[in-house]
Antibody, heavy 125, light 107 residues
Framework: QVQLQESGPGLVKPSETLSLTCAVS?????????WGWIRQPPGKGLEWIGS???????YYNPSLKSRVTISVDTSKNQFSLKLSSVTAADTAVYYC??????????????????WGQGTLVTVSS | EIVLTQSPDFQSVTPKEKVTITCRAS??????LHWYQQKPDQSPKLLIK???QSISGVPSRFSGSGSGTDFTLTINSLEAEDAATYYC?????????FGQGTKVEIK
């Protein structure tokens, strides 16, 4: 059973960089799939931040692209999110999730399943 | 960017009633539409993929339909445990987007 667990600081100062890691168990990232980050401001809806293919190819939301970096570390079976120059508007629960499915030849970034439990990151001085 | 608009935003329903939530896309997305359920203080859970395909372990009272721009999530015979917020999500084009959510309350 695939499980994902987010970790990282729960409090980040304005203008600094938010850094989170998603540890994956029950599946080897190097075997395939896309892996994504989604966030949810308190009391609000879901926003896709970006996704990374197991090979390292990345896709970002244009609204965040200038500030986002997603990377994968297959040796540790985890992937990471960095969001720079944060403001209070970046306060949210951040989720990681596996995305889509893989056929015998390709993987496709479709639905998100499963999700991690989420981690609240507050941007405040 | 494709905008997904859900209706209604909120619904208060009696147990055993049928619930219908719609999701309208600002342009055609084929069947690349997925539904999630999020209970308070929990992460979202996948209910339906590709508009109408069921997910293993999800109760059969949840079903989806539609294609193109108009989609529907139906909950037949609502149960108390179905109190949650429901989101649609499109994977047809980047950036991937979510609907604003529909909160279902049990009367």
């Amino acid at each position: 059973q695939v499980q994902l667990q987010e970790s990282g600081p729960g409090l980040v100062k304005p203008s600094e960089t938010l850094s989170l890691t998603c540890a994956v168990s029950g599946y080897s990232i190097s075997s395939g799939y896309y892996w994504g980050w989604i966030r949810q401001p308190p009391g609000k809806g879901l926003e896709w931040i970006g996704s990374i293919y197991h090979s390292g190819s990345t896709y970002y939301n244009p609204s965040l692209k200038s500030r986002v970096t997603i990377s994968v570390d297959t040796s540790k079976n985890q992937f990471s999110l960095k969001l720079s120059s944060v403001t209070a508007a970046d306060t949210a629960v951040y989720y990681c999730a596996r995305q889509g499915y893989c056929s015998s030849t390709s993987c496709y970034a479709e639905w998100f399943d499963p999700w991690g439990q989420g981690t609240l990151v507050t941007v405040s001085s | 960017e494709i905008v997904l608009t859900q209706s209604p935003d909120f619904q208060s329903v009696t147990p055993k009633e049928k619930v219908t939530i719609t999701c309208r896309a600002s342009q055609s997305i084929g069947s690349s539409l997925h539904w999630y359920q999020q209970k308070p203080d929990q992460s979202p859970k996948l209910l339906i993929k590709y508009a109408s395909q069921s997910i293993s372990g999800v109760p059969s009272r949840f079903s989806g339909s539609g294609s193109g721009t108009d989609f529907t999530l139906t909950i037949n015979s609502l149960e108390a445990e179905d109190a949650a917020t429901y989101y649609c999500h499109q994977s047809s084009s980047l950036p991937q987007t979510f609907g604003q959510g529909t909160k279902v309350e049990i009367k």
